[in-house]
C-alpha cells in the first residue's frame, strides 16, 4: 500500500510516542508536519530553527529507525523550518546537560542526512581547525582530495563530541560534490552489526557483502563497538581487505587508538594502523571562541563577545557541548522574550556549568580525593602522579580517576593530566577498570562505595 506523507509520518510518530516522555513528545513532535516525500527522503517541518536543529540531533536516529520498521527500509529524514502561521512557543527546557547522542552534531534547516547517510550540514567549511584537531583535518582534507592515495586506512580517535563524525561526513560530501558518481557509504558501526545479523537471519548476506565491499569510500562510525563481537570483526575484516585491495578509501573513528580497543583481533588492529592513526583532543579556549563565532556566522545568530567568552570558559570538555549551550541559550531567551547578555546565559545554562567556576573544579577537592585514595591503599599521593605503573600503585591511581570523573565530572584530558600527563584513553580504561573490578568483587565495590559517599559529602 502506498502511504501519503501525512499517513507515513503519521505512523512513525505513533512508532516512537511510547518511547519518549510525554511532556518530550508534546514539545518537540506535536508540532512538527510532513513536508514533501520521495522514494528515499521525507522532509519533516518544525515551527523553528532551534526545533529543527534539535530534532536531528536528539531523535534524528529514533525517528529513522521507527521510519524503518515502518516501511521496511531505510528512509532519509530531512528536518527543516515549515512555514507555519504563527510564531510558536517553545517548550519548556530542563535546565541540565543535553544528552549525548550517537551521532553528534546539528542539522540545517533545509538541509539533511542524503541517501548515501551524510549529512550535508558537515563540510570542512563548517569545520573550525585549532592546534587540537589540526593533524586529523589536515589528514582529512588529503583523503577528500585524493582517496586511498595517502591514507588508508584513515583512523581517526579521540573523546565523544570532539568532531570525528563531522569530519568523516565532510569527506564523503567533499568526494561526491567532486564527483557524484561515486559510491560512497556512511554507516555506524553498530548498523553495521544490525544488519549483518539481519543478513544472515533473511539468507541474504551475499546482498550484504556487495552493498559494502564495492564503495569507492567506507565511513565506518565508532569502531570501538566491534569490541568482542567475533563475527562482526570476522565479516569486516574480509570488508576492509576487500575495498583495500581495490584501492578503495577507508575511514574508521573510534573513541581509543586500535591498540587499546579491548577485545579488537591483532589482525584488525594490524591494518587499522597501515594507514595513519590521528587523534583529536578537546578544544582549548581559542579554539572554542573560534568554533562560537562560526557557528554564530553560519546560523545568523548576534551573540556578543562577552556571551561567548563566557560560553568558552563555561563550557570545555567538547565541541558538542558548545553548540548544545548556544542551542539552549537561544530557545531560553526566546521563550522569556530576553536579549541574550551574560546574566541570560548564567541563568539559561546553570545545569551545564562547574559548580565551581567556569574552568575547573578547585584543585583542593581534587587532591583531597587523590589524598584519600592514597591513605586507603596505603601508598604516597604524590606516586600516583608519577609513571611508575608498579601493582601496588595502578589500582588505587584507576580508582583515584574513577572517583575524579564520577564526583566532580572532570573532563577526560584533565583527568589525565592531574596523572602524570596520561591521555584520555588510559582514563577510560582507568574508569572501566574499576567498573568491571566492582561488578565482580563485592568487597572492591563496598570499598570504593564507601570513600566516594565519603568524599561526596565533602563536595
Known sequence: MELT????????????????????????????????LTEGELVVEAPTPFHAEWLEDKYGHLLREAAVRVLGRRLSLSFVTGDFPASPVLPALELHSPAPTQ?????????????????????????????????????CMAVAEKPARMYNPLFLYGGVGLGKTHLMHAIGNALVAGDPRKRVAYVPTEQFMNELVTSIQEGTAAEFRRRYRHMDLLLVDDVHFLERKERTQE????????????????VVTSDRPPKEIPGLEERLVSRFEWGLVADIKPPDYETRVAILRKKAADDALTLDSDVIDFIARSCTSSVRELEGAVIKLLAYSSLKHQDINVALAQTALQGMLRRDGPEVRPALMIERIRRAVAERWDVPAEALASKRRTKDLTVPRQVAMYLIRQILDTPLIQVGRLFGGRDH???????????????SDPSFRKEVEALREELSRKV
Open 5 to 36: 506523507a501525512s499517513e507515513l509520518w503519521s505512523l512513525i510518530l505513533q512508532s516512537v510516542q511510547a518511547r519518549l516522555p510525554e511532556q518530550a513528545f508534546r514539545a518537540w513532535l506535536a508540532g512538527t508536519r510532513p513536508g514533501p
Open 103 to 139: 551521532q553528534p552534531g546539528s542539522q540545517e534547516s533545509g538541509h539533511g542526512v542524503n541517501a548515501l547517510g551524510l549529512n550535508r550540514r558537515y563540510t570542512f567549511s563548517r569545520f573550525v581547525v585549532g592546534g587540537d584537531n589540526q593533524l586529523a583535518a589536515a589528514a
Open 235 to 250: 565479516e569486516f575484516f574480509h570488508t576492509f581487505n576487500a575495498l583495500y585491495d581495490a584501492h578503495n578509501q577507508i
Open 425 to 439: 584513553s588510559t582514563v577510560i580504561h582507568s574508569v572501566r577498570k574499576v567498573e568491571e573490578t566492582m561488578a
